[in-house]
């Protein structure tokens, strides 16, 4: 199973204007470099947590069709999927109608669960494109991420050579830790 990101979020949830203010800085000359910043902010937030924060597609590739035709999809939460496609040994790709695949919102991992299909076992691969992310801006992201994010920011900005003044590496904040625990995907 694996799974790539086809388009990013449009956006960042935590917008520069609102960096500068976290990090009380007055000029816009270091836009650039808070720009690049908070995306590997939101990144690492979206890594530790398996969060999409920002609506974003995704592709889910299996090498074979699952036994119990139902797929975990690990990026939460999931919008909406937009495809569903099957290759046969030859390469030739079958497209599943939408009314031949459901997505379960309850839980998390949520899941696709597609219809039976006669000679589903043929199958080589699956891929499925979903849309997921809290919407379309920032104002839908809970607070606790976007505070993760700031917080990572601001740590990433003023350790950007990686080591405090005395020469010692420097680590994340717990803060940061502590922000998105209640985010984190824990299997039992």
Known sequence: MT?????????????????????RLSTDSEDEILGRLIATARELVEAETGLALINQTWRLRVDRWPRSARLAIYK?????????????????AISFAPEEFVLHHERRPQRVYMT?????????????DFVAGFGD?????PD??????????????ESRAGIDGQGFSRTIPPIV?????SWRRISL
Do not use: N
């Not at 039976?116 to 499925?128: H, I, K, M, N, R």
């Not at 606790?144 to 900005?157: D, F, G, P, R, V």
């Open 3 to 23: 799974m790539f990101l086809v388009t990013p979020p449009a956006l960042e949830p935590v917008t520069i204007a609102e960096a500068r203010a976290f990090l």
């Open 76 to 92: 939460y939460p999931v919008k909406s999927v937009v495809s569903v496609v099957a290759y046969r040994p030859d390469g030739t």
């Open 116 to 128: 039976q299909y006669p000679d589903a076992a043929s199958f080589t691969g699956l891929e499925v």
């Open 137 to 141: 801006t920032g104002v839908d992201v």
């Open 144 to 157: 606790a991420m976007k505070q993760a994010i700031l917080a990572l920011t601001a740590h990433l900005y």
């Open 177 to 181: 830790g502590q922000l998105v625990d």
